[in-house]
């Protein structure tokens, strides 16, 4: 009996050290479970990334073999950041051509190394898994540098995306306008500049589009009133008001293009110009020989400068503008341009400066025999007689075979002003004679 009982305090005190140990070990291991593990360097980056230790993450990842395209990513987003995009391209060289992501990253950082053919590429390996549209946004700028054509299926995927982005119309406008499709363009731009005026590349091309049509001058006012320091539309406006033959109000607009932006060689030749035909000739000279302090080989200023120096009666200083202007068209092209200018001072009765022009025109080109018979033409309107007859004498005495067609007109007027000068010597000599 005690041997049975002494039996059963035994087996009952080794079931509870049993039990013991097994409660000790489901403990430790409860609690080794419950132990994080040691963070992986992908993890100690995002951590300090997060903190705003964008360098510090980037050294980690950069300094660590390869983690894997998550990592890759990301370090290439950070590379970004901190401006070293030929770091993001090392990472993502090798990236899988159909991760969208990794993809769009390479191509941002091709980008802003220049390489442009490379970019294009990546963003177009981007644009076809990606389903975000942020692929296509980057990939259509690109192709319409190169291809106007090619963009606009592009452009037309980001409208159908979101038809009321006024940034993708007016893109989609400038690609349909560069495409030669220009009543389509004009008509996505004009969508585009309603839905939002201070789109300042919309309002530009749709300006350049409309060219010299109606309603270019309504569009530049409404443009202009949302984009008022805007040189290159003020720009715009002169250029059309000069078109339109309204030099004062030009002046103004080329003023204002100056006013907010740089003084450029080429800006202030276009108020020069605008001065001279608006009869300032004075206040022309000066600009234009501020512009050819810039540029001193821009043709058409040497051209206007000159005539403004001719107007000012400064001969010396206008032979010489007109001088190397002449070098710089050919002076044939400066011969035939003063006579042009000539006939149409001629035509608005202005004959001292249309005899101005036909005289530089043969100072050009004085084996012209041509500018002779011009030159009698127009004196001989001014009421000239002796010398444009002494001008028509010129021609055909030097006129040859190429001048052959004009000779009946100078030998006709030739013989009317003979006659004109025999009936003045006549009525000379009967005066004298009653006298």
Known sequence: MLRCLALAVALA??????????????????AAAQTPPDPTPLDRARALALDGDTEAALALLTESSRLGAEADRLAARLALDLGRPHVAVERLTEAD????????????????????????????????????GAATALLAPLVARRSSREAIPLYRELVARDSLNPMHLGALGRALVGADSTAEGVAVLRRAFAQFPRDEATALALARALDADSSLADHLGGALAALPRSPELWRLRGADLMRRGASPPAVEAYRNALRFSDSTATRLRDLGVAQFYAGTPAEALETLQLALARDSTDATTLRV???????????????????????????????????QTAQVYSHSLRDTEALRHIALAEALAPERATIALNRGVLLQQAGQYREALVAYREFVDRAGP??????????????????????????????????
Do not use: K
């Open 97 to 132: 051509t159909t991760d969208a992501l990794a993809q769009r990253l390479l191509g941002r950082s091709l980008q802003a190394l220049g390489d442009l053919r490379r970019a294009e590429r990546a963003f177009a390996l981007a644009h076809r898994t990606d389903t975000t």
């Open 305 to 339: 400068a000159g005539f403004a120096a001719h107007a000012e009666n400064v001969t010396d200083l206008a032979l010489d503008l007109l001088a190397r202007a002449a070098d710089a068209l050919g002076r044939e092209a400066m011969a035939d341009l003063a006579e």
């Open 13 to 30: 005190v080794a079931l509870a050290v049993a039990l013991a140990v097994a409660l000790a070990v489901a403990l430790a291991t409860a």
């Open 402 to 435: 190429e001048d052959a067609v004009y000779l009946p007109l100078a030998e006709e007027r030739i013989a009317i002003l003979e006659d004109v000068e025999a009936r003045r010597v006549q009525e000379d000599l009967r005066r004298r004679l009653n006298e």
